[in-house]
């Protein structure tokens, strides 16, 4: 069949929007790891990772501001620093402030995992903040925010291959995060996972109303990248890698995104979940062993290569109306 049309550049929500967090597509960068050295030539498109004078933050910084142009081309909605000394930051403020002017350039917004933040909370810090009152030197130690609402939702994760837990989980974690009036927040990094199986469950959370963090390498397959510009290098000019199944999606989500919800149509069974987004475009994932009837419409990105008709076992597709 045809292969699925791309989307074309849209402006997403990070960059039109004041609650853009609610539906963003986060993409968590350790800094040092993007400033390894590459072991080759980088992408014709970007200039890839290099050695950069100087240690600590300024060399990771620098190398976070030379995948500028790969973030952007992949299309996310955000950068999360993680993690980040503030100290440290202070120090290289000059790096900071151009990664970052160069990031919002894309519409990219850049959110920094400062230490602090990681504090749990039975920390004292955490405690005594809770009880104290401004202008208390305790009151500062943390920032809330109530109906942020950006709890990570590790329960898809954690499900099974099985149409009935994927159900539960995105039911439940919607159904809770309506209650507080917060977005779903989901996270699935399934390196564990067959790649086939991985691509389809990728698609599907990319479906889901809320927002989504991705972590650094998950776009290729990879669980750890220790030369970015060789595996993007491998992965950019094939239209079957993953590289390009997840550039495909977020462009067709930015263009197709909607209201926080989503509606479980007729065909949601013990094999295959299916369900409507605002719009009228669908999101069909096989759980089963055997093809299954696509709904009508046109497919515009689909997780693996589909049948005349019918949508193969282990696999999502993405599905507009008319055409």
Same mark, same amino acid.
């Given at each position: $069949?045809?292969?699925?049309?791309?989307?074309?550049?849209?402006?997403?929500?990070?960059?039109?929007?004041?609650?853009?967090?609610?539906?963003?597509?986060?993409?968590?960068?350790?800094? /040092?790891?993007?400033?390894?050295?590459?072991?080759?030539?980088?992408?014709?498109?970007?200039p890839?990772?290099?050695?950069?004078?100087?240690?600590?933050?300024?060399?990771?910084?620098?190398?976070?501001?030379?995948?500028?142009?790969?973030?952007?081309?992949?299309?996310?909605?955000?950068? &999360?620093?993680?993690?980040?000394?503030?100290?440290?930051?202070?120090?290289?403020? !000059?790096?900071?402030?151009? $990664? *970052?002017?160069?990031?919002?350039?894309?519409? +990219? @917004?850049? +959110?920094?995992?400062?230490?602090?933040?990681?504090?749990?909370?039975?920390?004292?810090?955490?405690?005594d903040?809770l009880?104290?009152?401004?202008?208390?030197p305790?009151?500062?130690?943390?920032?809330?925010?109530?109906?942020?609402?950006?709890?990570?939702?590790?329960?898809?994760?954690?499900?099974?291959?099985?149409?009935?837990?994927?159900?539960?989980?995105?039911?439940?974690?919607?159904?809770?995060?309506?209650q !507080?009036?917060?977005?779903?927040?989901?996270?699935?990094?399934?390196?564990?996972?067959?790649?086939? /199986?991985?691509?389809?469950?990728?698609?599907? $959370?990319?479906?889901?109303?809320? #927002?989504?963090?991705?972590?650094?390498?998950?776009?290729?397959?990879?669980?750890?990248?220790?030369?970015?510009?060789? #595996?993007?290098?491998?992965?950019?000019?094939?239209?079957?890698?993953?590289?390009?199944? !997840?550039?495909?999606?977020?462009? &067709?989500?930015? @263009?197709?995104?909607?209201?926080?919800?989503?509606? &479980? $149509?007729?065909?949601? *069974?013990?094999?295959?979940?299916?369900?409507?987004?605002?719009?009228?475009?669908? *999101?069909?994932?096989?759980?089963?062993?055997?093809?299954?009837?696509?709904p009508?419409?046109?497919?515009?990105? =689909?997780?693996?290569?589909?049948? =005349?008709?019918?949508?193969?076992a282990?696999?999502?597709? &993405? +599905?507009?109306?008319?055409?």
């Open positions: $069949m045809p292969r699925p049309a791309s989307p074309g550049r849209v402006t997403g929500p990070a960059a039109t929007s004041a609650e853009w967090w609610r539906q963003a597509v986060v993409y968590q960068v350790s800094p /040092r790891s993007l400033a390894a050295p590459a072991a080759g030539p980088g992408p014709a498109t970007h890839g990772p290099a050695t950069h004078p100087g240690t600590g933050l300024t060399a990771d910084l620098r190398g976070v501001i030379a995948q500028i142009s790969y973030l952007a081309l992949l299309g996310i909605d955000a950068v &999360w620093l993680s993690p980040v000394d503030p100290s440290a930051l202070a120090d290289d403020g !000059y790096d900071f402030d151009e $990664m *970052s002017s160069g990031l919002q350039a894309h519409g +990219i @917004k850049v +959110i920094v995992d400062v230490a602090p933040s990681d504090a749990s909370n039975p920390h004292p810090w955490f405690t903040a009880a104290a009152a401004p202008p208390a305790a009151a500062g130690r943390s920032i809330f925010r109530d109906g942020l609402g950006q709890a990570f939702t590790f329960d898809l994760l954690e499900a099974g291959w099985d149409s009935g837990e994927f159900l539960t989980v995105i039911t439940d974690n919607l159904a809770a995060a309506q !507080y009036g917060a977005s779903a927040t989901w996270v699935l990094s399934s390196y564990d996972a067959t790649p086939r /199986r991985a691509r389809a469950a990728a698609l599907l $959370m990319l479906a889901l109303p809320g #927002s989504a963090y991705l972590g650094q390498g998950e776009e290729l397959g990879l669980h750890r990248v220790t030369d970015l510009a060789r #595996s993007v290098g491998l992965q950019q000019h094939d239209p079957d890698s993953t590289l390009n199944l !997840y550039r495909q999606a977020l462009g &067709w989500r930015r @263009k197709l995104q909607g209201a926080e919800r989503l509606e &479980w $149509m007729p065909g949601t *069974s013990g094999q295959v979940l299916h369900f409507g987004r605002p719009g009228g475009w669908r *999101s069909v994932t096989n759980f089963g062993p055997r093809a299954v009837p696509l009508p419409g046109t497919v515009v990105v =689909a997780s693996a290569p589909l049948q =005349a008709g019918l949508l193969p282990d696999t999502t597709a &993405w +599905i507009i109306p008319g055409g």
